[in-house]
């Protein structure tokens, strides 16, 4: 069966965070379900370029599924026991454990069956996500949130993020580039916080990936 989204849930010692970036993760699926269902949005019934669109099997399906896969970057902490919890309570559930830090987002490049994946490594605030995801469901190549959410074709993200040493920051860095380079850009929303610190830090996790210290991208 073909998947409409992927939610990937990138994870380093987040045994707190998880339950709550899961909760704010499942709140994105289920309204896009609602919302596709009433028909409050629609894809575009266009043809794209082969790198961006995938095959003609990833046509519209009348009704949106989706999955969610947990990265964990090694985790220390009670991790594991939390995500077999929500293994229990969630078929749409894929857990990897052991990887690398810094290799979240490119192992879940490389396992997303979604057609639109939506890429966080924090609790984030589902009306971002949401915005995102539709954003990219209603024709954009990728969505922004800076520091927060990453929403994208799955072309995109296979062609941007999987070789990608680095955190959600790095790869959305990525993605603008790749974009750029086909005269495009992804849609932008900037968070709320706007503060100087926060602008500060987005700035050395990107800065991080260039320096080859992508690992310590994280949110």
Known sequence: ????????????DDERRLPVMAKAALEVAEALIREHAAHEWREPDTREEAWIAGSAADRVDPNLNYELLALDESSRDNTLSVLSILHSRHSQLRSFQTLTPGTA????????????????DAPFDPTHGLWATRQVFCGDQAAVVPGEV???????????????????????REV????????????????????????????????????GFGQLDRG
Do not use: K, Y
């Not at 072309?155 to 680095?166: F, I, K, P, R, T």
């Open 150 to 172: 990453l929403a994208l074709r799955r072309g995109v993200g296979q062609a941007a993020l999987g070789w990608l040493d680095g955190g959600l920051v790095s790869a959305q």
């Open 1 to 12: 069966m073909s998947v409409d989204l992927t939610i990937a849930l990138c994870l380093r």
């Open 176 to 211: 603008e580039r790749l974009l750029a380079s086909h005269g495009e850009r992804p849609a932008w929303s900037p968070p709320r916080d706007q503060a100087l610190r926060s602008r500060a830090r987005l700035f050395m996790r990107g800065r991080l990936a260039q320096l």
């Open 105 to 120: 987002v490119m192992r879940g490049a490389r396992l997303a069956r979604g057609r639109v994946w939506l890429i966080v």
